[in-house]
């Protein structure tokens, strides 16, 4: 599990509902089944209208890689990559057939499969960046999904808002119902403030740079095949793709 995306969310949870708490607010105040209806409610249907379903269904799919980081990392990329190549310098290019045949990752038996065919090199960097624009295009579809959705809900909260103040407005004469229209009129609104900014809108950074992530692992995969089919030295293959790995972390951080 990522630990960082529990935690916010634990923090961001714990400072609304701990804040209000300290300041006094009995916590079944901030409990309204009918605000939450709106806000949830509105927000879906708003970010449905907005994507095609296959783009909400993979958006839906890509939900878990904000909470759990990809299985495979940076280093074992190039581990394997290390062993294609040693394997390779052994037995030849034909010899990592095997290895397409077993290797889990789609995008890695493309490659390795294109450089059993003995396909040109530049022909190969082309067919396999395609691949990576194509990966690129989706990743970024599942993040547009989350924005979309935390730039709705804020909205969606007022709307709940100006309706529960019509429902206070429309029974001025029964004091007993004001309560009740008032507490949904504002926490339709918090409701709405806390599922952009504590949900919707971190996950979509979440997705982004999961994206950024898988995507330099794609990159590091064609420049490491590549160089197997150039015939490289597998050492220096190793401290190639750790220089790419390097340059790579330089991005993130900036």
Known sequence: MDLSTLIGIALGL????GGAALEGLHMSALIQPTAAIIVLGGTSAA????FP???LMAAVKDLKKVFMPPKEDPEAVIKNIINYAAKARRNGLISL????????DSFTKKGISLVVDGIDPQKLRETMEIELTSFESHGKHSAEVFEAAGGF????????????????????????????????????TIYGLMTANIFCIPFGTKLKIRLKEELLQKEMVIEG???????????????????????GGEKKGK
């Not at 909260?157 to 504002?186: E, Q, R, T, W, Y």
């Not at 160089?227 to 340059?247: C, V």
């Open 153 to 188: 809900a804020p909205t969606i909260g007022i709307i709940g808002a100006v309706l529960g103040l019509i429902h206070v407005m429309s029974n001025l004469s029964d004091p007993s119902k004001l309560g009740g229209g008032i507490a949904v009129a504002f926490v339709a």
């Open 47 to 50: 970010t449905i209208v907005s």
């Open 53 to 55: 379903l296959p783009v």
């Open 225 to 247: 095949l590549i160089a197997i089919q150039n015939g490289e030295n597998p050492h220096f293959i190793e401290q190639k793709l750790r220089a790419y790995l390097h340059d």
């Open 97 to 104: 057939e095997q290895e397409a045949q077993t290797v889990k």
């Open 14 to 17: 714990f400072a609304v509902f």
